[in-house]
């Protein structure tokens, strides 16, 4: 399996996941332009996609979605409850009913020859779902936008070889940040965002000998650094396994580049 940033932050979201044979992409929260100069600079083709999934129907996830799907056909997976307010949204114009293939979470559909696996988040969205993928050899999992973690979203990311992890904020940046007290609440919550720290705790509890590349993603561009959130991420990693930057690779996603194709 392989797995490329197109985009990650809290501005917009766009990844990209293969197998040998089948390309899909997980969220269109950019401009469709973008998406191509994107898979362009890596030599990627969007004639190649076979499907978009989307985790959740904020802006940020969806906003390049209708234009995508109206140009290129594009099969549209995600919740029933995430599809209704897609099609509400302002940000995406008219997408043809058709194009959405309703999934739930903990279930499993086959495009091509990956098999696409959602499971549940806590954020405040109408029934949002993170994915892992995998073509039976390898697994990747993109989770963003999740207010906190437990067991069940620690079973889901473990034994995979690649990791996108939301790292969207440093808690003390927040604070005393430019934010409205109820925007500060609301990321700080328990359906907000995945601080530093907590990014840092959680792939401590999900590390294997499986685990080759960690990607951190959704960064804030007011509450964080990518300075700050690798720092504060490979500290808690090395206190927690003093040799373990030595076999993972640890990146951070950047706002407007594509990162470089990580293979499995």
């Not at 390898?138 to 973690?149: L, M, P």
């Amino acid at each position: 399996m392989k797995l490329m940033s197109i985009a990650s932050s809290s501005s917009g979201n766009c990844i990209y996941v293969a197998s040998d044979n089948t390309a899909v992409l997980i969220d269109a929260g950019i401009s469709k332009k973008k998406v191509l100069e994107g898979m362009s600079k890596r030599g990627l083709s969007m004639e190649d996609v076979k499907a978009v999934f989307v985790t959740h129907e904020h802006s940020d996830h969806i906003k390049g979605l209708g234009v995508l799907a109206r140009t290129y056909k594009l099969p549209i997976y995600t919740t029933y409850m995430t599809a209704k307010a897609v099609m509400k949204s302002s940000a995406v114009g008219k997408i043809d009913e058709s194009l959405f293939n309703i999934i739930e979470p903990d279930n499993e559909v086959v495009v091509g020859d990956i098999t696409a696996h959602a499971f549940s988040m806590a954020h405040d969205a109408a029934n949002p779902v993170s994915f892992y993928m995998t073509d039976g050899k390898s697994k990747v999992s993109v989770t963003t936008d999740i207010g906190h973690y437990d067991d069940y979203i620690v079973d889901n990311l473990k034994d995979s070889s690649i990791i996108l992890l939301e790292a969207n904020h440093d808690v003390k940046m927040l604070e005393v940040g430019p934010y409205t007290y109820s925007l500060k609440q609301r990321i700080l919550s328990d359906y907000g965002h995945l601080s530093n720290e907590n990014c840092g705790k959680l792939l401590c509890e999900v590390m294997s000998d499986k685990l080759k590349h960690i990607l951190l993603g959704h960064l804030s561009q007011e509450n964080n650094y990518p300075a700050l959130a690798y720092e504060t991420v490979a500290g808690i990693l090395n206190e927690n396994n003093a040799e373990i930057l030595q076999k993972v690779s640890l990146t951070v996603a950047t706002r407007d580049l594509p990162s470089q194709i990580f293979i499995a």
